[in-house]
């Protein structure tokens, strides 16, 4: 069988125990030619987030350039999750200090300059606020063509999270969302409706525990952590929301996808931060958006646990 030629991709996000699986899943899978990493301001200050992705790049010998994300939203002021994912934004287990340091280029201009030097579009895996993308957007939109798409994890079309339409990503930022969702680039959105169900089950933290090794004793804490929460949410397991932003792109077959226009409610008064699907196509409007809705759950992780083997070889 011929090796299939790499995904060049950008991993932006706000780690965060999912943000921090989904790029430990990255590296991992061996898919992806990892060209930038940048940090954005989401589940933690962009200071803690920073030093998470340098923690996290430095645990599982990820050899990308990073880049510091925007310090705040477009427009409005931060807005962080400590209940979640703890004061540090990635509580839990110690991790290595970092070993690299950050570009001396900020998030925005990294990602132009990763676009400008590279021969081929560049997918975008954004999974926190799509502040760092929208900026990149509005600061170099001769860019465009060199993004091939944005695999997003945000939003939601049937429900949110962080009130009861709108979910947490797209509710830090939603004018840098209408950004990215009116950029006529092609929009892989990851939303609740699937994220909550790719549930990984305390069984399967067990089988990534048993592989052994550091970063996958560190993986199966992260999760521990992250479900720890959610169990007092009712959840059965823990719902890897930015995992299935990368998952998408390698493992397609496991999950359900609908195109369809979506558009960001910037104000209103119950529904701001909302992703507002046209799942009927009553707008008139063409698709903007490949949306993910649904997931075959053991499938999804099956895959994340068989790729975590890849850290038992990179440790030995
Ligand atoms: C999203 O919010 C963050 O807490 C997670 O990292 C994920 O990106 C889920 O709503
Ligand atoms: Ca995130």
Redesign the pocket.
Known sequence: MSEQRKIPVILDG?P?H??AIAWTLAHASGRFDILAVTSCC??QTIEKTTYNARRVCTLIGLDAPIGRGCPHPLITEPMN?PS??GESGLDGPVLPEPVMDVSALGAVELMAKTLRESHEPVTIVA??PETNVAALLLAHPELKPKIKRISV?GGGIGFG?WTPAA???ILVDPEAAKVVFTSGIPILMAG?DV?EKALILPEDFARIRAIGGKVCSIVAEWLEFFYIFHRNLGYAGAPM??PCAVMALIHPEVFQMRDMYVAIETNGEYCKGTTVGDFFGTSGQEPNATCILGVDRQAFADRLVEAMEFYKEAEA
């Open positions: 706000d965060g999912d943000d989401g589940n999750a979640v994912h999974t926190g994890m999270n979910e947490f990503n609740l994220t929301h930015d």
